[in-house]
Each structure stands twice: as C-alpha cells, then as structure tokens.
C-alpha cells in the first residue's frame, strides 16, 4: 500500500468540506455533505478498517498498545498507525467545526464572528471549539452545550 498516497487522500477529500463551511455555510450542498454522516461514516469506515489492520493483521509497529506513552508512541511507528490517528483528528475536527457552523447559525452568532473558529478547529482542532466558546460568552450566550433551550435541565 502506498501509505503517503492515502495520507494525502485523506487530507484532500476533507478539504472541500471545510471549504463548503466556512465559504457556504447556507447551501443545500453544505448541508448534504458536510452535515450530515457522509463524512463520519467514511472517514470512520477507514479509521475502523486500519485499526482492525493494526490489531489483527500486523500492520503496527512492535510494542504498540495504551498502557504506557512508549506504547502509544509506538503506533504513530507505523504508516497505518498515523493514518489510524490521522483520520480520527481528521473525523473528529471535522465534526466539532460542523457542528459549530449549525450552533452558529441557531444562535444567529454572525458568520464573520464563527468563521475564525471553524477555521481555527480545522488547522488547530480544540483551539477552535474554546474560541467558539469565547464568542459565545462574549455574547452572553454561555457555553451549554445543549442545542435548544428546551432541552436545558431545569433546577
């Protein structure tokens, strides 16, 4: 397998929606692609099928495992262990500035001020979420994360 192939496969294909969220957060194609699981499901069918490698089929470095930072360090060791840890920061970014554009636009918080975040969850991940949480304080909307008022517990 051609591991640097995929590796930049992988970060090509998740390109475009970032690109629909901070470009076209409104359109139909936005919400069909990256709103929904098309992205989840494919990102995590591929995660799954490397770990499944890395677990059943050898393809790991020696010593890999989570007991210890050594043996977490050693799945990195390995090209599908970076493409295992690649794709789960890939799904999970991704995920987090989605669901900060639809958070946005519920809570009418200006494109112009969500944007930065979506970006910033796309280069730097949580630094993303915790400048959206900012902006939501800053706007007296708090950092709930429940999605409508209704849903908030009450005393």
Do not use: K
Not at 82 to 105: C, M, Q
């Amino acid at each position: 397998m051609d591991w640097n192939l995929l590796y930049m496969l992988i970060n090509a294909l998740v390109i475009p929606a970032w690109l629909l969220l901070l470009l076209a957060p409104g359109w139909r194609t936005t919400a069909i692609a990256v709103h929904s699981g098309i992205y989840p499901l494919a990102y995590g069918s591929l995660y799954t099928i490397c770990l499944i490698a890395s677990i059943f089929f050898g393809q790991s470095a020696e010593g890999v495992g989570m007991g210890s930072i050594a043996a977490v360090s050693a799945l990195f060791d390995h090209p599908n262990g970076v493409i295992v840890g690649w794709s789960h920061y890939l799904v999970f970014d991704l995920f987090v500035g989605a669901w900060i554009g639809r958070d946005s636009r519920r809570r009418a918080i200006p494109h112009l001020a969500a944007a930065p975040c979506i970006l910033a969850s796309f280069l730097f991940g949580p630094v993303g979420l915790l400048a959206y949480m900012l902006v939501r304080i800053s706007r007296g909307e708090g950092i709930s994360l429940f999605e409508t008022p209704e849903e908030t517990p009450r005393p």
